[in-house]
């Protein structure tokens, strides 16, 4: 008797038509069929053999380098639960619409169907998925970003519980375009491109989107966080989980070499995108990453930035619209050194300043976990590791202090909806403009956000040991338009006031929006920064956010009634704070 999962592919089948069908297994025999496959097509090369061994580079269609948000559908029968924030789609509508685009979209390809795990093999937080695809690159990009063939179907076996995915490049036209989302089945459907979001369905598709609802409906939490853990110079490790928007530096912090390794502060990473967390037995709430592989921004990664990453991606590493030099090896802007002559850019041409970047701002490369050197030791512990601290974060060259502390976790739930970034090459649309980003799960949460703030405040009433949430900003800038800090390896003395605030150390300083260092409380040694430089990074100004209040209040009112009573108490409370420290200051 054919298994749910063979009758799903069976369907998958039926509907998209391929020439044949063929069950991934995960070996290495496969995996280089597979890339033999990749590379009959002229959008991939295989680089040099010497310096980068099992290294690929892919070109993806041009039209077809960033997710597509506005291309991107949650579709539920009632448009209130997508809420104001997602793109809906009637369930019936969009499969008719999309299952016109798949019919026979497979046709004279193979249809690769693809089980995998999405967490640490044997852990009770990880999930099973199943992707189906006509795309080798997409098959290759799976095995490095998840647990992918016979340790899948084992797990999955007879039963149902696997989350669908079905994938066809199409004909790459983004008219043809859509990344579709059946929360009520925890199905995915996704046609019409083949980049990494949009393709990759285990990652923001499924850990995100889907997990999100099965999150709420069971009690759990899936985020837009990275995983690290700090560790002291008595040997201890706090694991705090860091929500950034796309591009703004999560892989760069999780993987950080941290300026004050001397001290015996050193940074560990367990996840760089998303964590999958449960209520633990010892009341800490307990954090999976659910990857087994970093996608991350290749431009701007250079030894200076992220040292880490630089040394894991030599080996079994796929680039994406990076650009290549003659030596057949990758490169992109912020590498380190000037541009090489004979650069062939993201575009398959031979480069010159006057094409632009060589690289693609958006390129990325797929590298395993395990090939870093900061990986943690518990970074596939099935339990998970206890989560003392969240940060929020985003880019603002004004209003966010460098740092700051919650005052609860209400409030601290609060600070989280109204994260604001400026926008980066992750997506398609204009980069630079302030959007607001809650929990920088804008893009990614599944259902009404409203509901989504409702769930968070509830699991804060749950969780007996709930992490104590701050919200950081690396990149505030001068008058000027300088960054006041240096970001990178020296953000982690921003993560040891966290830590010392987790311990209940750390002299902090009461404002309106929550605590910040007190003068003298962020360990600066070795760093030449100006007193000036300091305060200003610091500096809580009423004005800016009184601004900040009216953008965030604008932004609240598209949910109407749905939003939690307890934002709106919260806002009310902020306005109220502002208004008593203008008084003082006046
Ligand atoms: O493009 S992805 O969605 O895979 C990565 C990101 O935007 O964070
Ligand atoms: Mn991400």
Redesign the pocket.
């Given at each position: 008797m054919a298994t749910p999962l063979e009758m799903w592919v069976e369907e998958a089948a039926r509907l998209t038509k391929p020439d044949q069908v063929m069950y991934c297994d995960g070996s290495e025999a496969e995996n280089q069929r597979i890339i033999a496959e990749m590379l009959r097509d002229a959008d991939s090369n295989a680089l040099n053999e010497k310096t980068y061994p099992n290294c690929y580079l892919h070109r993806s269609s041009p039209n077809d380098v960033?997710?597509t948000e506005h291309l991107t559908f949650i579709c539920a029968p009632d448009k209130d639960d997508v809420g104001p924030t997602n793109n809906w789609m009637d369930p019936d509508a969009a499969k008719y619409k999309i299952g016109a685009l798949l019919d026979g979209a497979m046709r004279g390809r193979t249809m690769y169907v693809v089980p995998y795990i999405m967490g640490p093999v044997n852990s009770p937080i990880s999930r099973a998925g199943v992707e189906v695809t006509d795309s080798p690159y997409v098959v290759a990009n799976m095995r490095i970003m998840a647990r992918m063939g016979k340790v899948a179907l084992e797990r999955i076996g007879n039963s149902r519980d696997f989350v669908p995915g079905l994938h066809s490049l199409g004909d790459l036209d983004p008219t043809r375009r859509y990344i579709a989302h059946f929360p009520e089945e925890k199905l995915i459907w996704s046609v019409g491109s083949g980049?990494?979001?949009n393709a990759?369905l285990g990652?923001?598709c499924f850990a995100l989107r889907i997990a999100s609802v099965m999150a709420r409906e069971q009690g759990w939490m899936a985020e837009h966080m990275l995983i690290l853990g700090l560790e002291e110079p008595d040997g201890k490790v706090t694991y705090m989980g860091a929500a950034f928007p796309?591009?703004c530096g999560k892989t760069n912090l999780a993987m950080m070499v941290s300026a004050l390794q001397k001290q015996g502060y050193r940074v560990w990473t367990v996840g760089d995108?998303i964590a999958w967390m449960k209520i633990g037995d010892d009341g800490f709430l307990h954090a999976i990453n659910p990857e087994a592989g970093f996608?991350g921004v290749a431009p701007g990664t250079g030894m200076a930035t992220n040292q880490n990453v630089m040394e894991a991606l030599h080996k079994n590493t796929i680039f994406t619209n990076a650009a290549m030099t003659t030596e057949r090896e990758p490169w992109w802007e912020g590498i380190g050194g000037a541009p090489p002559a004979g650069l062939i850019n993201w575009k398959n041409e031979l480069w010159d300043s006057s094409k632009g970047p060589a690289a693609h701002p958006n390129a990325r490369y797929t590298v395993p976990a395990h090939q870093s050197p900061s990986i943690s030791p518990k970074w596939e512990a099935p339990e998970g590791v206890p989560i003392s601290a969240f940060i929020f974060g985003g880019r603002r060259a004004r209003v966010a202090p460098l740092v700051y502390e919650a005052f609860d976790w209400q409030h601290g739930v609060f600070v989280g909806a109204t994260m604001a970034s400026e926008t980066t090459a992750?997506?398609t649309g204009n980069v630079g403009i302030v959007r607001r980003d809650p929990m920088a799960m804008l893009p990614f949460c599944g259902y009404n956000m409203a509901d989504y703030f409702q769930h968070w405040l509830e699991m804060g009433k749950r969780i007996p040991h709930p992490p104590k949430i701050f919200h950081v900003n690396w990149f505030r800038k001068d008058a000027d338009g300088k960054f006041l800090w240096p970001g990178f390896g020296d953000n982690v003395r921003v993560l040891k006031w966290i830590l010392e605030r987790v311990e209940g150390r750390g002299g902090a300083q009461e404002t309106p929006i929550g605590y910040v260092p007190a003068r003298n409380a962020l360990t600066l040694d070795g760093l030449t920064m100006r007193a000036h430089a300091v305060d200003e990074l610091l500096r809580v100004d009423p004005e800016d956010w009184e601004q900040e209040l009216v953008d965030s209040k604008e932004f609240f009112q598209k949910f109407g009634e749905r939003l939690p009573r307890e934002i709106r108490d919260e806002h009310e409370k902020l306005s109220g704070r502002l208004q008593s420290t203008a008084r003082v200051t006046r």
């Amino acid at each position: 008797m054919a298994t749910p999962l063979e009758m799903w592919v069976e369907e998958a089948a039926r509907l998209t038509k391929p020439d044949q069908v063929m069950y991934c297994d995960g070996s290495e025999a496969e995996n280089q069929r597979i890339i033999a496959e990749m590379l009959r097509d002229a959008d991939s090369n295989a680089l040099n053999e010497k310096t980068y061994p099992n290294c690929y580079l892919h070109r993806s269609s041009p039209n077809d380098v960033a997710r597509t948000e506005h291309l991107t559908f949650i579709c539920a029968p009632d448009k209130d639960d997508v809420g104001p924030t997602n793109n809906w789609m009637d369930p019936d509508a969009a499969k008719y619409k999309i299952g016109a685009l798949l019919d026979g979209a497979m046709r004279g390809r193979t249809m690769y169907v693809v089980p995998y795990i999405m967490g640490p093999v044997n852990s009770p937080i990880s999930r099973a998925g199943v992707e189906v695809t006509d795309s080798p690159y997409v098959v290759a990009n799976m095995r490095i970003m998840a647990r992918m063939g016979k340790v899948a179907l084992e797990r999955i076996g007879n039963s149902r519980d696997f989350v669908p995915g079905l994938h066809s490049l199409g004909d790459l036209d983004p008219t043809r375009r859509y990344i579709a989302h059946f929360p009520e089945e925890k199905l995915i459907w996704s046609v019409g491109s083949g980049y990494g979001g949009n393709a990759l369905l285990g990652k923001k598709c499924f850990a995100l989107r889907i997990a999100s609802v099965m999150a709420r409906e069971q009690g759990w939490m899936a985020e837009h966080m990275l995983i690290l853990g700090l560790e002291e110079p008595d040997g201890k490790v706090t694991y705090m989980g860091a929500a950034f928007p796309s591009a703004c530096g999560k892989t760069n912090l999780a993987m950080m070499v941290s300026a004050l390794q001397k001290q015996g502060y050193r940074v560990w990473t367990v996840g760089d995108d998303i964590a999958w967390m449960k209520i633990g037995d010892d009341g800490f709430l307990h954090a999976i990453n659910p990857e087994a592989g970093f996608f991350g921004v290749a431009p701007g990664t250079g030894m200076a930035t992220n040292q880490n990453v630089m040394e894991a991606l030599h080996k079994n590493t796929i680039f994406t619209n990076a650009a290549m030099t003659t030596e057949r090896e990758p490169w992109w802007e912020g590498i380190g050194g000037a541009p090489p002559a004979g650069l062939i850019n993201w575009k398959n041409e031979l480069w010159d300043s006057s094409k632009g970047p060589a690289a693609h701002p958006n390129a990325r490369y797929t590298v395993p976990a395990h090939q870093s050197p900061s990986i943690s030791p518990k970074w596939e512990a099935p339990e998970g590791v206890p989560i003392s601290a969240f940060i929020f974060g985003g880019r603002r060259a004004r209003v966010a202090p460098l740092v700051y502390e919650a005052f609860d976790w209400q409030h601290g739930v609060f600070v989280g909806a109204t994260m604001a970034s400026e926008t980066t090459a992750a997506a398609t649309g204009n980069v630079g403009i302030v959007r607001r980003d809650p929990m920088a799960m804008l893009p990614f949460c599944g259902y009404n956000m409203a509901d989504y703030f409702q769930h968070w405040l509830e699991m804060g009433k749950r969780i007996p040991h709930p992490p104590k949430i701050f919200h950081v900003n690396w990149f505030r800038k001068d008058a000027d338009g300088k960054f006041l800090w240096p970001g990178f390896g020296d953000n982690v003395r921003v993560l040891k006031w966290i830590l010392e605030r987790v311990e209940g150390r750390g002299g902090a300083q009461e404002t309106p929006i929550g605590y910040v260092p007190a003068r003298n409380a962020l360990t600066l040694d070795g760093l030449t920064m100006r007193a000036h430089a300091v305060d200003e990074l610091l500096r809580v100004d009423p004005e800016d956010w009184e601004q900040e209040l009216v953008d965030s209040k604008e932004f609240f009112q598209k949910f109407g009634e749905r939003l939690p009573r307890e934002i709106r108490d919260e806002h009310e409370k902020l306005s109220g704070r502002l208004q008593s420290t203008a008084r003082v200051t006046r």
